[in-house]
Nanobody, 123 residues
Framework: VQLQASGGGLVQEGGSLRLSCAASGPAFSTYAMGWFRQAPGKEREFVTAIWFNGNSYYDDSVKGRFTISRDDAKNTIYLQMKNLRPEDTAVYYC??????????????????WGQGTQVTVSS
């Protein structure tokens, strides 16, 4: 499985961005998909995830501002980010967890990773 993340960029505080992650392979609809981010000098951290059945999970820091969605017909997930803050600045990675599933909160659960896309929020 190959994952290709896109949509990052530079945005002012309070602005919006939409990230996309396109996946190869026939079994996309069975994957749990997640977004993680890594700021300079920090560990990669969980942002949000969506299960194969559409259930979604969010870190408290992004709840109410970020929305994850998936389009299984396009083998793609999206991350709509609104009201962005400087602390959201990071490289954002998408990841796929194939069955049997692990905890969506843990980066060790994911089997495949995209290359990352930079999001920079200026104050």
């Amino acid at each position: 499985v190959q994952l290709q993340a896109s949509g990052g960029g530079l945005v002012q505080e309070g602005g919006s961005l939409r990230l996309s992650c396109a996946a190869s392979g026939p079994a996309f609809s069975t994957y749990a998909m997640g977004w993680f981010r890594q700021a300079p000098g920090k560990e990669r951290e969980f942002v949000t995830a969506i299960w194969f059945n559409g259930n979604s999970y969010y870190d408290d820091s992004v709840k109410g501002r970020f929305t994850i969605s998936r389009d299984d017909a396009k083998n793609t997930i999206y991350l709509q980010m609104k009201n962005l803050r400087p602390e959201d600045t990071a490289v954002y990675y998408c990841a796929a967890d194939a069955p049997p599933y692990g905890s969506v909160w843990l980066k060790g659960s994911y089997d495949f990773w995209g290359q990352g896309t930079q999001v920079t929020v200026s104050s």
